[in-house]
C-alpha cells in the first residue's frame, strides 16, 4: 500500500515540515556532489562499530545521519510521508514540539539499530526512524482519518480511501517482521528496519503521553 492524500486539510501552514523536506534535500545534493562519496558518508553516515559510546565525539553520527540518503528512491520516499503525515502532526503539537519530537525519534530510531547490530561496518543512513516517528504519532492523534492509497488489486493498481488506522499499523507490522528478519542478516546491509520501528515507537508513546497530558489539563480546567 502506498498512500497518496491524507484527506485532511490542516489549516496552518507547516513550516517545519517543509524546512526539514528542504534540508534534507539539500543535504543530498550536497552529498551527491562531494569529491569523496565513500569519505563523506564514513564522515556523517551511522556506522556502529565506528561508535564508542565513552566517547562523545564518535556520537554525532547518531544525528547527522539522518539527513542522508543512499538514493533517489530513498529520499523521496521518506520526503513523501513526511510531507503527507507531517503537516497535521505539525498543526497538532506546534512547530518547536513537532522538531524535537522528529529528532528523537530519528536518534532512536538510530539507536535501535545500533543496539541490533554494534558491531556492523555498514553505514546507516536515512531519515527513516525520523519520518516513522511521525507517522506513530499520527496514528494516536488521527486514526480515524482517511488516507487516499494506491493498492495493488489482483494484478491491477486501484485508489481506495483506507483509515489511517490500519494503513498505519499494516505499515508498522512490515517493519516489524522484516526487522525480526533481518537480525540474522545484519552483516548484509539493505533497510535499517529498527531504526523504522525504534522511530515509530519514540512517536506513538510521546504522542501518547501528550495527548494524555492534554485530556488532563482540559480535565482540571473543567472541574474549576
Known amino acids: 500500500m502506498f498512500p497518496l492524500k491524507d484527506n485532511q486539510p490542516t489549516y496552518k501552514f507547516p513550516l517545519i515540515t517543509v524546512l526539514l523536506i528542504v534540508a534534507n534535500v539539500l543535504v543530498f545534493l550536497l ?3 562531494a569529491p569523496d ?6 564522515q556523517f553516515a551511522l556506522t556502529p562499530s565506528f561508535i564508542d559510546l565513552s566517547r562523545v565525539s564518535t556520537l554525532s553520527t547518531f544525528f547527522t545521519s539522518q539527513f ?3 538514493g533517489f528512491i530513498h529520499i523521496i520516499s521518506n520526503m513523501w510521508f513526511l510531507k503527507i503525515f507531517g503537516n497535521n502532526v505539525e498543526e497538532k503539537f506546534g512547530s518547536i514540539k513537532f522538531l524535537i519530537i522528529y529528532l528523537l525519534a ?3 530510531g538510530n539507536l535501535a539499530q545500533y543496539l541490533f547490530s554494534p558491531t556492523s561496518n555498514i553505514p546507516i543512513l536515512g531519515a527513516s526512524g525520523a519520518v516513522a516517528g511521525v507517522l506513530g504519532a499520527y496514528l494516536v492523534f488521527f486514526p480515524r482519518h482517511t488516507i487516499k492509497t494506491l493498492i495493488p488489486f489482483f494484478g ?3 485508489v481506495v480511501n ?3 488506522q490500519v ?3 499494516y505499515w508498522f507490522l512490515t517493519q516489524l517482521l522484516s526487522g ?3 537480525v540474522a542478516i545484519a552483516q548484509i546491509g539493505g533497510v535499517a528496519f529498527w531504526a523504522h520501528v525504534g522511530g515509530f515507537a519514540t512517536g506513538w508513546l510521546i504522542a501518547k503521553f501528550g495527548k494524555s497530558d492534554a485530556s488532563e489539563v482540559e480535565k482540571d480546567g473543567l472541574l474549576d
Do not use: D, K, N, R
Request: proline share 4%.
Open 31 to 33: 552529498e551527491l556532489s
Open 37 to 42: 562519496l565513500e569519505a563523506f558518508i564514513a
Open 68 to 70: 542522508l540518503h543512499a
Open 106 to 108: 530519528g536518534l532512536a
Open 156 to 158: 491491477f493498481l486501484t
Open 162 to 164: 483506507i483509515p489511517a
Open 167 to 169: 494503513m498505519l499499523f
Open 180 to 182: 525480526v528478519g533481518s
